[in-house]
């Protein structure tokens, strides 16, 4: 039903390829879904840092977590985490070239200024430094 109603979505379901094929392809796509588990994945990462809007159905616990060690309120992701929820940010996004770049630029600038390589590397430093 939702091929019928938004035609001009071009499904590309990127498996088993090479990681500058899928970021070549993932960059020539309007918009990223990684999945409904309750959690983020590379994919999302990857994709939220090229400036995606970026579907994903992160649970409470993700979303607080991120929350807390970021200290931000913010999240870029786009929620979905029903089947309906996901039919309705799929319609959305596939309808408003407005939004989906709003949702991008704010995805890219979250990779930039809050997800930063420094202050991942901070945390991992100072988790590894507490098993001595």
């Known amino acids: 039903q939702?091929?019928?109603e938004l035609p001009?979505?071009?499904?590309?379901?990127?498996?088993?390829a090479p990681h500058d094929v899928c970021l070549a392809?993932?960059?020539?796509?309007?918009?990223?879904f990684d999945h409904m588990?309750?959690?983020?994945?590379?994919s999302s990462l990857e994709?939220?840092?090229?400036?995606?809007?970026?579907?994903?159905g992160l649970d409470d616990w993700n979303i607080a977590v991120i929350r807390e060690f970021f200290q931000c309120e913010a999240?870029?992701?786009?929620?979905?985490?029903t089947p309906d929820a996901l039919a309705a940010a799929l319609r959305r996004l596939a309808s408003d070239a407005d939004v989906r770049r709003?949702?991008?630029?704010?995805?890219?600038?979250?990779?930039?200024?809050?997800?930063?390589?420094?202050?991942?590397?901070?945390?991992?430093?100072?988790?590894?430094?507490?098993?001595?």
């Open 2 to 4: 939702l091929r019928e």
């Open 8 to 16: 001009q979505l071009d499904l590309d379901v990127i498996d088993d």
């Open 25 to 32: 392809r993932k960059q020539a796509s309007d918009l990223c």
């Open 37 to 42: 588990q309750g959690y983020y994945g590379m």
């Open 47 to 56: 994709a939220l840092a090229q400036g995606l809007p970026t579907i994903a």
């Open 75 to 81: 999240l870029p992701w786009v929620l979905a985490r």
């Open 102 to 132: 709003e949702i991008g630029n704010a995805s890219r600038a979250f990779m930039e200024t809050v997800w930063s390589e420094a202050r991942t590397t901070a945390a991992l430093e100072a988790f590894y430094a507490g098993l001595r």
